[in-house]
C-alpha cells in the first residue's frame, strides 16, 4: 500500500496529461456509443437496469446485436467510471498544492455515477425523451469538467489575471450562452425526430421539422460571435486567438453536418456525428473561456545590491 501512495503523483507530470487526455477523449467517445445505442434502436436491448435482463447482469445471445451494443455501452461507462477512479486517485496526493484538480476530478467522478442513474432511468421509463435528454445534457457537462481538468494540468496553481479586454469577455460569455442554447434546442429537436432509441419508444410531441429551424437560429448567433471573437483575437493578438479559430473550425463542420443531415432526411451516421460534434463543441468553448484569464507572472526579486552600490547610497 505504501508503495502505490508513494507512486502518486506529486506533481504534474506525463503521466497526469496522458490520462487527462484519455479522460475527456473517454468522455466523448462514450457520447457516441450512446449515440449509436440511439441511432440503431438499441436503447431497451438490455430492457431493465442495473442488470441486462432480470436473471442476467450480462446480455445473452438471445437479445441478438441490440443487447450487444447496449451492453457494450454499458460496459464503456464502467470502464470510464474507473478512469474517473484513477484520475481522482492520481491527485490525492496534490491536494493542497492543486485544489483545483482535486475539485475538478471530484466532481467529474460524482457525475459518472449520476449518469448511470439517469441512464436506468431512462430504460426503466421506455425512453422518456425528457430523461433522454437530461442524459445527454450530464454528458456535456463532465465533457466540460473534463476539459477544464486537462486545461489545469497545463498550467500553474495560483491567482489569475484577464488577459483579453472586457467587450472580449462578454461576447465570449454571450457565445456560451448561445452554445448552451444551441445544444438545448438540439435535444429537443433530437427528442422529436425519428431516432427514439427503439421503436416503442415515446417522442416528445413537439413539430419536429418546426425546431429544426429554431435550432439554426441560436446555431447561426454563435457563428457570428464566433466571428467577432476571431477578428478581435486575431487583430488584437489575443493569447486566445488560437482556441477562438478552433471553435469556429469545430463550428463550421457541425454546420455542415446539419445542414446536410437536415437535407438528407436524417441518416442515423450523420445524426451520430452531430451528437459527437455538440460534445466537441462544448469542449472548445470552455477552452475559450478558461483561456480568458492567465496565471498572474510573479515579479522577480529585486537584484542584491553590490557593495559599490550600497557605498553610493
Not at 39 to 58: M, Q
Not at 242 to 252: F, G, S, Y
Request: glycine share 8%.
Amino acid at each position: 500500500m505504501n508503495r502505490i501512495v508513494q507512486w502518486l503523483p506529486t506533481n504534474v507530470d506525463r503521466r497526469l496529461i496522458v490520462l487527462g487526455w484519455v479522460y475527456l477523449a473517454a468522455q466523448i467517445f462514450l457520447v457516441g456509443t450512446g449515440g449509436l445505442v440511439r441511432l440503431t434502436s438499441s436503447g431497451l436491448g438490455c430492457p431493465t437496469w442495473p442488470k441486462c435482463t432480470a436473471d442476467s447482469l450480462v446480455n445473452t445471445p438471445e437479445m441478438g446485436i441490440h443487447g450487444v451494443i447496449e451492453f457494450g455501452n454499458r460496459l464503456l461507462g464502467v470502464l470510464l467510471g474507473l478512469v474517473a477512479i484513477v484520475a481522482f486517485v492520481a491527485v490525492l496526493r496534490m491536494r493542497r498544492s492543486r485544489p483545483d484538480l482535486f475539485r475538478l476530478t471530484l466532481l467529474a467522478g460524482l457525475g459518472i455515477p449520476a449518469q448511470a442513474v439517469i441512464g436506468g432511468i431512462s430504460v426503466l421509463t421506455q425512453l422518456n425523451p425528457y430523461v433522454v435528454g437530461l442524459h445527454f445534457v450530464i454528458s456535456v457537462i463532465l465533457v466540460g469538467l473534463c476539459t477544464a481538468f486537462l486545461y489545469r494540468l497545463y498550467t500553474v496553481s495560483g491567482p489569475r489575471e484577464r488577459v483579453v479586454p472586457r467587450w472580449f469577455l462578454i461576447v465570449t460569455h454571450l457565445t456560451t450562452f448561445a452554445v448552451a442554447v444551441t445544444i438545448a434546442v438540439g435535444i429537443l429537436t433530437t427528442g422529436s425526430g425519428p431516432h427514439a432509441g427503439d421503436a416503442d419508444a415515446p417522442r416528445n410531441g413537439l413539430d419536429s421539422e418546426f425546431l429544426q429551424h429554431v435550432h439554426s437560429w441560436p446555431a447561426y448567433v454563435t457563428l457570428v460571435l464566433t466571428l467577432v471573437l476571431v477578428v478581435g483575437a486575431v487583430s488584437l493578438h489575443l493569447p486566445v486567438r488560437r482556441w477562438v479559430l478552433l471553435l469556429l473550425a469545430v463550428e463550421l463542420v457541425q454546420t455542415v453536418v446539419g445542414l446536410t443531415q437536415a437535407n438528407l432526411g436524417l441518416p442515423a451516421l450523420l445524426v451520430g456525428i452531430h451528437m459527437v460534434l455538440a460534445c466537441v463543441l462544448a469542449a472548445a468553448m470552455t477552452a475559450v473561456v478558461l483561456n480568458l484569464k492567465q496565471p498572474v507572472v510573479a515579479a522577480a526579486p529585486p537584484a542584491p545590491r553590490t557593495n559599490a552600490e550600497s557605498f553610493t547610497h
